[in-house]
């Protein structure tokens, strides 16, 4: 049985009083990141530790529980252990086992019959208010025995025990046994009496599948795989057809993850050539991370490479052979992109009117030009979500976000 309280931020009513902290306070929730901007990140099948500290005043036993709501499952409550002595820790574990967000909290109580066993154990042998002590435990029983949680069984168990420390005609310690019996005991362990109910503010903790934690990238370029070379010298590209054969070498080396660079439209203007180099040469295809030409940008697939439907040819491939694709995300686009001429606001103009093209000293990226992420933040976050949609609607379920230190922290959150 409980009695509740209100939460902590709640005001009691008539009051006008909201108080800062519990009736027992619980503090220091973990695992939680600084200032709980984000869920904390897992993944199925890890072993999470939770703690907190909690306390009371006085010298009352409290009890403390972790609750956890996994996706689509009823709560779990999971006893929480003390820490070490002195510390007021309390400590718990659960094994997350399915994706999702699984939010979770913790419950303090003071544990009336713990208090009142550890009280009945030291006067009562010595003969200190004895009726008392016993009176007490036996209305702390019948009060336990109201629970509607428990079993007809269980409940019959704790209503016997009740009348029998009242038989003033038996001895103090036959009296105390019968409140303290093993089997009275099993059931208030698993249903402890509770006054002061106290829940913590609640948590979140983010639950990935495993292969978001722990997976072996194999890095393919999907051009190259087929690629022919002429008698004058030319180069043919490989498609997702041709380079669709090369995917059973590659799960016999036990790779999870087939990683590709960008596939779309390569740029021509300021396009590079070998090593980075500025003078080109008919035919040199470009770096594939200078996305943008007029037969699109990060919503198309470079003709060369193939259709849609070849595309998506190449995906079922990989996942035939127990492996999934990774597509590179590279937030950047090149004077060809359609992105400059439809949003030139996205871009960093220099005061001549030009764009900025990309630089890491001494390295400069001509073909390149960086998002600015500052001028229409929500239009390019629209954007790029439709670009995820897009590449999810074809069977893409992994991203690799290329220079993810240049994206801002909202963009992530």
Not at 177 to 199: G, M, Q
Not at 248 to 254: D, E, I, S
Request: proline share 9%; with cysteine.
């Amino acid at each position: 049985m409980a009695t509740a309280l209100p939460p902590t931020g709640d005001s009691f009513p008539g009051s006008g009083y909201v108080p800062a902290i519990g009736r027992i306070p619980i503090l220091d929730l973990q695992p939680q990141l600084v200032d709980n901007l984000f869920p904390t990140k897992g993944y199925v099948g890890d072993v999470v530790p939770f703690s907190c500290v909690s306390f009371r005043e006085g010298h009352d036993i409290i009890g403390v529980e972790l609750v956890i709501n996994a996706p689509g499952a009823q709560a779990q409550r999971i006893r929480m252990q003390p820490g070490p002595k002195g510390t007021d820790s309390w400590l718990a574990e659960a094994q997350v086992t399915v994706a999702g967000p699984h939010e979770w909290w913790v419950e303090a109580w003071n544990d009336d019959f713990a208090t009142w066993q550890h009280n009945a154990e030291i006067k009562i042998p010595a003969g200190i208010d004895v009726d008392v002590m016993l009176e007490l435990g036996a209305l702390v029983v019948d009060r336990a025995a109201t629970n509607p949680e428990l079993t007809d069984h269980q409940s019959a168990v704790l209503r016997a025990a009740a009348p029998a420390s009242r038989f003033t005609s038996r001895s103090a310690a036959f009296r105390l046994a019968s409140l303290l019996a093993e089997d009275v005991l099993e059931v208030i362990e698993a249903h402890p009496v509770r006054s002061l109910v106290t829940r913590s503010a609640k948590r979140t903790v983010l639950v990935e599948r495993a292969l978001a934690g722990n997976a072996a990238w194999y890095e393919f370029f999907p051009r190259s795989e087929g690629a022919k070379q002429a008698a004058d010298g030319s180069w043919t590209s490989g498609t997702f057809r041709t380079a669709a054969e090369r995917i059973p070498a590659v799960a016999a080396m036990n790779f999870d993850v087939l990683y590709v660079p960008p596939i779309h439209p390569i740029g021509h203007t300021n396009r590079k050539g070998p090593n980075n180099s500025l003078m080109t040469e008919p035919g040199d295809p470009g770096s594939p991370w200078a996305i943008g030409a007029a037969e699109g940008g990060h919503r198309d697939i470079h003709p060369d490479l193939g259709t849609v439907e070849d595309f998506r040819y190449f995906v079922g491939e990989i996942e035939r052979h127990g492996m999934e694709l990774a597509l590179d995300l590279a937030l950047q686009a090149t004077p060809d992109h359609p992105w400059v001429a439809e949003h030139p606001d996205w871009f960093t103009q220099l005061p001549d009117g030009s764009i900025a093209y990309a630089e890491n000293p001494p390295k400069k990226y001509q073909d390149i030009y960086p998002i600015n992420f500052d001028n229409d933040p929500q239009g390019i976050y629209n954007e790029v979500l439709r670009v995820l949609r897009l590449w999810m609607s074809h069977g893409v379920r992994i991203f690799r976000v290329d220079n993810p230190h240049t994206k801002p922290v909202q963009f992530w959150a």
